[in-house]
């Protein structure tokens, strides 16, 4: 069965460093989103992303963020200058549709 | 602005049990509505998907209902087996032509052998 693929799975970065989450999303989907979780919260929605840009994005998602595509097959989330409180479970989703979205196992970020 | 709550918050029963999820929203006006899985420190699987103008959906042992009037939906899990142990969320879009899944904050289901 086809699969969202997340890497890595654990990255711990230094407050302030620069960190790049990777996502590969199902070769056919043409929607993709990152969503994120706090440890013991809800999952929020950051970004969405469609034929080459930003469809939507959260409040969340200030200029510290950046989403790419770089080569067609990668899906990545960038951000800028670590905070603290960045830290969470980062998920990447795709979807051949609004609709049914396909989540990958996640990447867990810890900044220290 | 629409908010998700899903109750109960952690339940705990025996294998071959029946039970029943919920899942409350407070805007009606949504696209659809999905049932997510959560194992600990994993993603999220969908389960299920029920669109605006469907009551109900089934999947196995599992079936969910909506009721958009009301702001409700329910996945009811038949004969639970301690593998359906997990989290359990429901997420909407808030209107048609949104990505932005607004989650509720899960049910932790606990299903003893």
């Known amino acids: 069965e086809p699969e969202v693929t997340q890497t890595p799975s ?5 407050m302030g ?4 989450l990777r996502c590969v999303p199902i070769s056919n989907h043409l929607y993709f989103y990152w ?9 929020e929605f950051l970004v969405s992303f469609y034929n080459n840009e930003i469809s939507e994005k959260s409040e969340i998602f200030d200029d510290q963020f950046s989403v790419e595509r770089p080569d067609g097959s990668n899906f990545t ?30 990447t867990r970020l810890t900044v220290v | 602005k629409q908010e998700v709550t899903q109750i109960p918050a952690a339940l705990s029963v025996p294998e071959g049990e029946n039970l029943v999820l919920n899942c409350s929203f407070t805007d009606s006006a949504i696209y659809n509505l999905q049932w997510f899985r959560q194992d600990p420190g994993k993603g999220l699987t969908s389960l299920l998907l029920i669109q605006s103008s469907q009551r109900e959906q089934t999947s196995g042992r599992l079936n969910a209902s909506l009721d958009k009037s009301s702001g409700r939906s329910t996945l009811y899990i038949a004969a639970s087996q301690p593998g359906d142990s997990a989290t359990y969320l429901c997420a909407v879009p808030p209107t048609s032509g949104t990505y932005k899944y607004i989650f509720g904050t899960g049910t932790r289901l606990k299903v003893l052998a």
């Open chain 1, 10 to 14: 654990h990255q711990v970065t230094q």
């Open chain 1, 35 to 43: 969503y994120r979780q706090i440890l013991g919260q809800k999952v």
């Open chain 1, 77 to 106: 989330l960038k951000i800028r200058s670590t905070k603290l409180e960045d830290s969470a479970m980062y998920f990447c989703a795709s979807s051949i549709s609004n609709a049914i979205l396909t989540f990958g196992s996640g």
């Open chain 1, 17 to 20: 460093q620069e960190v790049i």
